[in-house]
């Protein structure tokens, strides 16, 4: 009889915690980047929003953190096995979340929804060689040279009708900004690895094409290749006239964008498509004057180059699923949200990003079409290569990535390597990680 | 009253006659002691002792995170790896014990001249004492964050001062040569411990006895022998702990590279603490025994040279007044 009883009573606890359970639902916990980016987290409340109407009693939870303290973080959550979020940003900064199994599979979601080239970036070998897309990557961005028009007036610098300086005309144009007083490049470099490495890839990219540019990363290309040697030469000397402003070593992310269309002390900025979340937000905010004249260029073209007209574009921010949570299929469904077109024309009006996902051009309403306009404008005759500068990481073994951001992030731009240490140092690299 | 006197003495029954009296000792309460010690303790082996022992055990394995922390013996593998072939590893330990050995040559004799000008009782020395003492109660984000504005080329204190006074010639981008960098971050950790060196010097400085001080002052001693041939010598010990507690401080340097240079520029920075840090977190390798490994050689290096210091600094003969 007591064994009965004992019996009878967990099968009504159980019962109890199964109706309260279904009551109320579950709360996912959702980690994202962008905490200060608020037309970006806009779009995300949205997504939250229609999660939430479409699955009554479930509720989300989304939390902002720096990525660069997430990331260690959830690489402890997920050895210890526990304490991860259900929903995660995610990004190239951590390509060994996929084959380390942290990354849920996402063939289930909306894949019709989503640009065939964002499912291809993140279908990788997984675990045990599986592949599968692993995230979703809602932040499609291009490697850009943005420019001051007033300055470039000012200075009687001509942009191009293609809007591709030549080799000659980047040098004179940069040449007119340093002699006024101006940094030709607003890149700052304390806070992230990769702001240096702009301009120096995209003038490997003119000179390469893509395809021998991809060979260069993955390390099948010497270094000490002519062409290679030439770029190098060539931006040694940009360095030495002056385009780096002296306080890029201690400038942050942040504080270049205002340095450029806030304090207008470069003339040019190498950065991200995603310069739009910072700069079309309130100015008190941090974003650029309303005042301010922002232009676009196409890459400077190498002399007897193979990549005219081609630019890098990659898929940052991403959102993947902790495949060993307690609710992946919600977590999934959370995710899936996201493949749809109107979230697709909500994040390209919000932000003037571009998107894995896929749009209705002609439907974004957005208080920066003109940008918008401009930037399709710019990019009408752009051949895209698939690999962003900061996707280098993705292809680079760890000790390489990390020799190429001491050398070009910190090394050239200072003045610390002539251009043929530089490529002694990056050759050296290439053949002992090999 | 000893035993012998007790011997034949009327007052005492026969059988303690001739025996020796011994005083029973207390009992030690156990349990009391358990009690309060237990739970520091156990602190103590989960947070400290338990991390160091896991640590040496990782060194020397494979362990990789992304299967479910797989252990794969490899011996001595990390540790030859590192001491043969690995330059980052030192590059950072010349960093590291550059600033090891630098630091406490500037900070001993500034933190001395300052204590013996608030000894002294120099004008507003309260004011003063809080004020170098001051920055050691900022974190080191914090401090990062300022001397960063300080080293600012266009308008940070270093460079203005230097044009206001005629030397703009000598503005530098601070953080961006590996020439100036590092002598830019241990001016910063200068600033921040200099005051807790002189307010200890300066309660050691207390204590001496003044008797001391003022026979010197009666032989005819001049302020510089009585400081440097009375107060000095006296301070030895505090002096000593000083500079061994600065030198191991700086040895593990961390926080305040990560915030200001991050190891940069080309490694200029780069210490063991941040090179264990990033080859640990920040590579794409999922393997802890590799960084674990670095982690027990710089202790045994930092253990094995501040035993050496202590033992050629220290006298053996201990100084009392």
């Known amino acids: 009889m007591r064994w009965k009883a004992r019996g009878l009573v967990m099968a009504m606890f159980a019962l109890i915690v199964g109706l309260n359970t279904a009551a109320y639902g579950v709360e996912l916990q959702w980690w994202s980047h962008w905490a200060i980016e608020d037309n970006k987290k806009f ?66 979601i909306r894949w019709e929804n989503v640009e065939p080239s964002a499912k291809a970036f993140w279908t990788r070998p997984g675990p045990g060689g599986k592949m599968a897309p692993w995230a979703l990557a809602v932040e499609s961005a291009s490697d850009e040279l943005y420019y001051n028009k007033k300055l470039f007036r000012q200075l009687g610098v001509t942009v191009p009708a293609n809007g591709a300086f030549t080799q000659d005309q980047f040098k004179d144009a940069i ?148 495949p060993k949570g307690p609710n992946v299929a919600l977590a999934t469904a959370l995710v899936n949200t996201f493949a749809d077109v109107e979230i697709g024309n909500l994040w390209t009006g919000k932000t003037g990003i571009q998107t894995g996902i896929k749009t209705d051009v002609p439907k974004i309403d957005s208080p920066i079409k003109w940008y918008i306009e401009m930037f399709h404008q710019v990019n009408q005759n752009t051949k895209w290569q698939d690999i962003a500068v900061q996707n280098f990481k993705l292809n680079m073994k760890s000790e390489m990535w990390e020799v190429w951001v001491s050398v070009l992030n910190q090394g050239l731009p200072n003045k610390l390597v002539s251009a043929d240490e530089a490529i002694e140092k990056l050759e050296a690299a290439r053949l002992k990680f090999k | 009253m000893d035993a012998n006197t007790l011997r034949g003495s009327d007052a005492l029954p026969t059988p303690f006659v001739g025996a020796e009296i011994r005083t029973p000792r207390p009992r030690r309460p156990w349990g009391s002691i358990a009690m309060f010690l237990g739970p520091a303790l156990c602190f103590y082996f989960a947070f400290i002792i338990y991390p160091v022992l896991v640590t040496f055990y990782n060194s020397f394995h494979i362990l990789r995170q992304d299967l479910g922390l797989t252990y794969q013996f490899v011996g001595l593998q990390h540790f030859i790896e590192i001491l043969t072939s690995d330059e980052v590893f030192w590059r950072a330990a010349r960093n590291s014990l550059t600033w090891a050995v630098v630091a406490p040559c500037i900070d001993m004799p500034l933190a001395l001249t300052l204590a013996f000008l608030l000894h002294a009782k120099l004008p507003l020395a309260k004011f003063f004492r809080t004020v170098w003492f001051t920055p050691l109660l900022m974190s080191y984000p ?101 500079i061994i507690l600065d030198f191991i401080g700086k040895m593990k340097q961390f926080a305040l590279v990560w915030v200001m240079t991050r190891g940069g520029p080309m490694r200029g920075t780069e210490t063991v603490a941040t090179y264990v840090i990033k080859r640990a977190f920040e590579w794409k390798t999922l393997d802890l025994g590799y960084p674990s490994a670095i982690a027990v050689i710089w202790f045994v290096i930092i253990f094995g040279l501040s035993f050496g210091l202590t033992r050629f600094l220290q006298r053996k003969e201990a100084l009392e007044f």
């Open chain 1, 43 to 108: 779009v995300l409340f949205e997504v939250k929003k229609r999660f939430e109407a479409k699955n009554p009693g479930n509720t989300v939870n989304l939390t902002f953190y720096e990525k660069a303290n997430m990331f260690p973080t959830l690489r402890a959550a997920f050895t210890a096995g526990s304490g991860f979020p259900d929903v995660f940003y995610y990004e190239a900064d951590v390509p060994e979340f996929i084959p380390a199994g942290w990354l849920a599979d996402l063939s289930s």
């Open chain 1, 175 to 322: 040449g007119k900004c340093t002699k006024a007083g101006y940094a030709a490049f607003a890149t700052g470099t304390s806070d992230r690895e990769y702001p240096g490495l702009y301009i120096p890839s995209m003038l490997l990219l003119t000179k390469l094409g893509g395809e021998d540019v991809k060979r260069l990363v993955k390390g099948e290309l010497s270094w000490k290749d002519p062409r290679v040697v030439e770029v190098f030469r060539y931006y040694r000397e940009l360095v030495d006239m002056g385009a780096y402003s002296k306080v890029m070593t201690s400038m942050t992310l942040a504080e270049s964008h205002r340095y450029f269309h806030t304090e207008q002390k470069a003339c040019m900025f190498p950065v991200g498509s995603w310069y739009t979340g910072r700069a079309f937000v309130p100015v008190e905010k941090g974003g650029q004057p309303k005042e301010f004249e922002l232009g676009l260029l196409n890459y400077p073209v190498m002399n007897n180059g193979k990549g005219a007209g081609q630019k890098y574009i990659g898929y940052g921010g991403s959102f993947a699923v902790a």
């Open chain 2, 142 to 242: 914090v401090v990062g964050v300022i001397w960063l504005w300080v080293y600012n080329y266009d308008w940070g204190m270093a460079n203005l001062v230097l044009r206001a006074i005629g030397l703009g010639s000598y503005a530098e981008a601070w953080l961006a040569n590996p020439t100036t960098a590092l002598p830019a971050l241990i001016l910063v950790t200068t600033w921040m411990f200099t005051g807790f060196h002189m307010v200890i010097l300066l309660t050691a400085i207390h204590t001496i006895p003044q008797e001391y001080i003022e026979a010197a002052w009666v032989d005819g001693a001049g302020p510089w022998s009585r400081a440097f041939r009375i107060i000095i010598p006296l301070l030895r010990p505090t002096i000593v702990n000083l």
